[in-house]
């Protein structure tokens, strides 16, 4: 669904991702995890071309994107949700209006259906009660919430999620990978997660692909990236304290 | 003295080389600016949609509204300081009754749209700015990105109508307040009777004075948008970058609407 082909970016002639080659199934959730300035965030804008590739290229469906522009990188956008690390709502609009607002903008519906989508969205995060709310009014994982309500509302059929749970404490981090994972089961949709939360990326995803200096190191099931042999993995999975035995320590976390 | 360095190419061989790289990187800016502005300009036949005139009619509240409370005390206190220093000059030629001349030619044709200008850059430009470079830093202007909503149409072209708009308002309401304040100088200090100084001032005003000045306003009101959008639109940084790109917005903004007040005082005086 989702395929780069030997993808170079280069920031004033410093090369963040450097030949990247990844492919994403459709309908699967695959974890992008790495230390910081692996690419991981990078790649992610590069999906819904907030980054253009310095060579290689990003195709979605077959089709290449790299010079997408106007109507066509509208359509393109149109299919993804995007929860961004800071949840990026806008500061003088409710919760409400912040998750009604691309529907608002890019749908004709009448605003009774767009209330009626808004509500469902907002009762499956369970912000429906914090819909009047400012986002500066709601605690950090709600605003997370908030910010995968709006992604979501427009039904795409890619999500792409930037550090869901960084900042939050390890309870409202868990709440919200099972609200990522719940999303799954109910739209069937791909998702892309960029994060450093291994306990994460173990539980929600289908596959783990690891960054190191702008390139896929391995990409494995969770289960096997846990027994990898690769130096730089084993060294990502202690620094968290992750055994090769996670899931049989703590079954309750298999999620996905 | 010159520092290599300080013009940030490494790759410049030469002193030279690294003006010229300046002199390319600044005429970048200045064109990304104007085409920003330009694209604002074009949506402007969108502001009566449905969803967008809202939004258009907030802003007019915060650049109208919001300003007059210092726009008020500013065009009082400078009608009156201009009544006092002229009028006492004017007041050793025994021809303190002009002095509702001077302050109502002075306000029309310079200072009203001048001070009205300084006043919307400091206080609506700087505020334009750092919210615009907030929202950049958070990634909000991406968000509209990704949602397919044009930043362009959605965040500037409202602000460019505000002042486009509110600017010539907020300027004759400057000029009406400033001749006020010169009355209440000319008749308290100078002895000079209300009918007579509102006969030497609406006597020697002409109506050019009063167009170019207003016209003057909206050149102003297009620059501070122009200067405002951008510089919080490219904001990077960080708070240290909203902090630059706020403290940039006022600076430039004083400087192109000093250098463009003279340009225009020309055209129409020279």
Known sequence: MIRFENVVKEFSNRPVLNGFNLHVHKGETISLVGTSGAGKSVTLKHMVRLLTPTSGDIRIDGIRINDLNGDELDALRSRFGYLFQSAALLQWMSVFDNVALPLRENTKLPEREIEQKVNHVLDQVGLL????????????????????ARAVVIEPDILLYDEPTSGLDPVTSRSIDELIHQLQKDLGVTSVVVT???????TISDRIAMLHQGRVLEVSTPKE????????????????CISPSFFDEFPEKVLS | MLNHDQYQCPECESMFAAWG????AFSQRVGQAVLLNTRALMMMPLMFGKRIRGEVAHQMFLTGIKSLPVLTVVALFTGMIFALQTGLVLE????????????????????????????????????????????????????????SINPVRFLVMPRLVALLTMMPLLTLYTNVLAVA?????????????????????VGIARNKDLYS????????????????????????????????????????????????????TKVFYG
């Open chain 1, 129 to 148: 009660p914090s819909a009047d709310k400012l986002p500066a009014n709601i605690s950090g994982g709600m605003q997370k919430r908030a910010g995968l």
């Open chain 1, 196 to 202: 450093h939360d291994m306990i994460s990326a173990l």
């Open chain 1, 225 to 240: 990236f846990l027994i990898s042999e690769n130096e730089i993995i084993r060294g990502f999975l202690d620094s968290q």
């Open chain 2, 21 to 24: 790289h300046q002199v390319l």
């Open chain 2, 92 to 147: 050793d030629y025994g021809q303190e009754a002009e002095v509702g001349g001077g302050v109502t030619i002075v306000m029309l044709r310079e200072m009203g749209p001048f001070m009205t200008a300084l006043i919307i850059a400091a206080s609506v430009g700087s505020s334009i700015a750092a919210q615009l470079g907030t929202m950049t830093v958070s990634e909000e202007i991406s968000a509209l990105e990704i949602m």
């Open chain 2, 181 to 201: 304040g010169g009355a209440i100088i000319a008749r308290s200090q100078l002895g000079v009777e209300l009918q007579a100084y509102l006969d030497t001032a």
């Open chain 2, 213 to 264: 000045g207003l016209l003057k306003a909206t050149c102003f009101g297009y620059i501070i948008n122009m200067v405002a959008c951008y510089q919080g639109l490219y904001t990077k940084g960080g708070a240290v970058g909203v902090g630059v790109a706020t403290r940039s917005t006022v600076v430039i903004s004083f400087l192109v609407i000093l250098i463009t007040g003279f340009i225009l």
